[in-house]
């Protein structure tokens, strides 16, 4: 039986950079993907000739720039190029909004549907600033223990509260508000422009579980304002290569380090004995023997999937039982021979084709769109955010053609009525019917389209519910309570078993924090 010091289950991203970390101490990692590549979501695909497709995640922000720099990842062949326009927004009355890099330009935007908005912009985008700062300090921190068992625990909570000293009384209203309230009732208090609420709230709900009027959704806004392109802040970008590139690299420094990646390799069961790991059996039945195992899957396969439960606590199996993993989010990834013509802005190529493109008018429109999911049907009006990466890197495509991505809310995991397997190419026309009462000209332009609904996303990726998070991102569910109360630093029950991917501190995205911050417990022990 082969021996290792560590085992990665999964090699995606957050794998990958645990995988990287350890071997750069010394240890001996043998990473394990089931798929033919590495990456998880993280990935560039060429599902038609000479289409690479980022067919999962397809932006970069999050990625922490610690992790980019100590991993040497642009010695890798990472690479990013900041929108700008970061926004375009186009409106059935044939209007449009754009919001820029240059905050110059973006106020001058604003200002044409409200001079308000325009002068409490920049008061607003420095709190949020200041706000995501201190948020920012945790997230490379590993959560103390709840509740809290020793002195020692306590004082672990004295240093996260002295993180806040100095922020000023306004800041820290704001920060309550941030996680307690809906992105629409905190963008309510700032702004009276619908155009400027939709375009900022569409951050709010990407990958969540409500609507811009649920409750904890202001945080999921704050989540996607915490990264930053080149170390400019609150920038996302498109990859050169595709998000696979991100993943690549990552694997590339951890090979360099001395860590194996074995792809096509999949786990069936993780191997305990007295309560401790020792090792992992392959579907091929091949056992492979290690100190220490970290799984990048998601809590719910890996803790009900991998282990038999008699080797948990069974509290914790409740806990790991009700921890909410349903997503309702689908991509749709398009072949285009030519470039959308929008109605709001003919034209091309614009500037608009090198933001994200928003679908959404208004705040009641998503919230509609939202009404349909919770009830268990995909929204009938979805919103939907348009990207084409072509247009910074055309190597992507066959010269003249592009690629497309369309990610959408809601889809909903669990339907009320049918499956996902009879209504995936119907929902997809829908989507595509939407589109066009915007873009004339799209259903001529497209060459080959993909629907991955969330059911598809947990069968390509393995990601349980097809949660882009590993798992709903409300307060309940974050921080000191993620994966469950008492759990949240990496370590599990079982003795040598992490937890490793977006499943833990500090969720989803690619940002690599939670890979790095397991790293570094599994480093105490290892």
């Not at 900041?82 to 110059?104: E, L």
């Not at 409740?318 to 921890?323: C, L, M, T, V």
């Amino acid at each position: 039986m082969a021996k290792h010091d560590a085992i990665i289950i999964g090699g995606g991203h957050n794998g990958l950079v645990t995988a990287a970390y350890l071997a750069g101490a010394g240890k001996s990692v043998l990473v394990l993907e089931r798929r033919e590549l590495v990456g998880g979501c993280a990935v560039t695909e060429e599902i038609w000739p000479g289409y690479k497709v980022s067919t999962g995640a397809y932006l970069s922000s999050l990625l922490q720039e610690r992790i980019v720099r100590e991993l040497e990842l642009a010695r890798y062949g990472y690479q990013v190029d900041a929108k700008d326009p970061a926004f375009f927004s186009a409106f059935p009355d044939g209007s449009h909004f754009f919001m820029w890099q240059d905050r110059a330009r973006t106020l001058s935007e604003i200002a044409r549907f409200s001079r308000h908005d325009a002068e409490v912009y920049p008061a607003y985008e420095d709190q949020l600033e200041r706000i995501s700062q201190v948020v920012e300090n945790l997230l490379l921190t590993v959560p103390p223990q709840f509740p809290p068992g020793s002195v020692f625990d306590f004082i672990d909570y004295l240093k996260i509260a002295g993180r806040l000293r100095g922020m000023r009384p306004k800041d820290m209203v704001a920060l309550v508000k941030v996680f307690t309230q809906s992105a629409a009732e905190f963008l309510d208090e700032w702004f009276e422009s619908e155009q400027v609420k939709v375009t900022l709230a569409t951050d709010g709900v990407i990958g969540a579980n409500g609507g811009p009027r649920s409750p904890g959704t202001a945080y999921i806004l704050l989540h996607h304002c915490m990264g930053a392109v080149a170390g400019h802040r609150g920038l996302w970008g498109f990859v050169r290569g595709g998000m696979g590139a991100v993943s690549e690299a990552i694997a590339a420094s951890a090979r360099t380090r001395g860590a194996t990646i074995r792809t096509g390799a999949q786990v069936r069961k993780i191997l305990v004995r007295g309560g401790r790991v020792y090792g992992v059996v392959m579907e091929n039945g091949e056992e492979i023997e290690a100190g220490a195992i970290a799984s990048n899957l998601d809590p719910k396969a890996t803790f009900l999937g991998l282990l038999d439960e008699a080797e948990l606590p069974p509290d914790f199996v409740a806990a790991i039982r009700r921890f909410r993993i349903e997503g309702t989010s689908a991509k749709i990834n398009l072949a285009l021979a030519g470039l959308p013509e929008f109605r709001a802005l003919p034209g091309a190529p614009g500037p608009h084709h090198r933001a994200t493109m928003h679908i959404c008018p208004n705040l009641e429109y998503v919230e509609r769109a939202w009404d349909d999911a919770k009830y268990g049907r995909p929204s009938e009006k979805p919103l939907l955010e348009l990207t084409i990466p072509t247009m910074y890197d055309p190597s992507l495509a066959p010269e003249g053609r592009h690629v497309m991505g369309i990610f959408l809310q809601y889809a909903p995991y669990t339907l009320r009525e049918g499956c996902w397997d009879d209504l995936r190419e119907p929902f997809g026309d829908r989507v595509i019917g939407l589109i066009e009462e915007y873009v004339p000209n799209i259903r001529d332009i497209i060459e080959h389209r993909q629907v991955l609904t969330p059911l598809d996303l947990e069968r390509r990726f393995g990601i349980t519910g097809g949660n882009i998070f590993h798992g709903e991102m409300s307060l309940d569910q974050m921080f000191v309570m993620r994966p469950v109360a008492g759990w949240a630093r990496y370590r599990t029950p079982v003795q040598g078993l992490y937890l490793c991917g977006s499943g833990a501190h500090p969720g989803g995205g690619v940002m690599g924090a939670p890979g790095y911050n397991c790293a570094r417990e599994m480093l105490k022990r290892v």
